[in-house]
């Protein structure tokens, strides 16, 4: 069974930076597709980017040039580089994981749908 725990949220002022990370457990993660979602009270969920087992990025265009995915699969760890953030970005944020041959299919990014998902972590972006 696999476990996402997501960290790293909190509050900033616009301009400023947050790195969300998710902590993979009871699984390999270099067999993983891995994916940061959010979504904002009132509003669908949102793919961000997806990291699949080669390291291949995919990313909406609203996270271009500010977000960033990365991993680190000898920590079993996803990362989520936030730079210059804005009141928009204000959401809860989710890591979600597939097992569909480690690609970043569509169903699963943007998609969403997801083998398993983290309890989300919140960031808060005021101005």
């Known amino acids: 069974q696999v476990q996402l725990v997501e960290s790293g949220g909190g509050s900033v002022q616009e301009g400023g930076s947050l790195r969300l990370s998710c902590a993979v457990s009871g699984y390999t993660a270099n067999y993983l597709a891995l994916g940061w979602f959010r979504q904002a009270p009132g509003k669908e969920r949102e793919g961000i980017a997806c990291i699949d087992n080669q390291q291949r990025i995919t990313s909406a265009d609203s996270a271009k040039g500010r977000f960033t995915i990365s991993k680190d699969n000898t920590k079993r760890a996803l990362y989520l580089q936030m730079d210059n953030l804005k009141t928009e970005d204000t959401a809860m944020y989710y890591c979600?994981?597939?097992?569909?041959?480690?690609?970043?299919?569509?169903?699963?990014?943007?998609?969403?749908?997801?083998?398993?998902w983290g309890q989300g972590t919140q960031v808060t972006v005021s101005s």
């Open positions: 979600a994981a597939d097992r569909s041959g480690g690609r970043c299919y569509p169903e699963f990014f943007p998609g969403g749908r997801a083998d398993y």
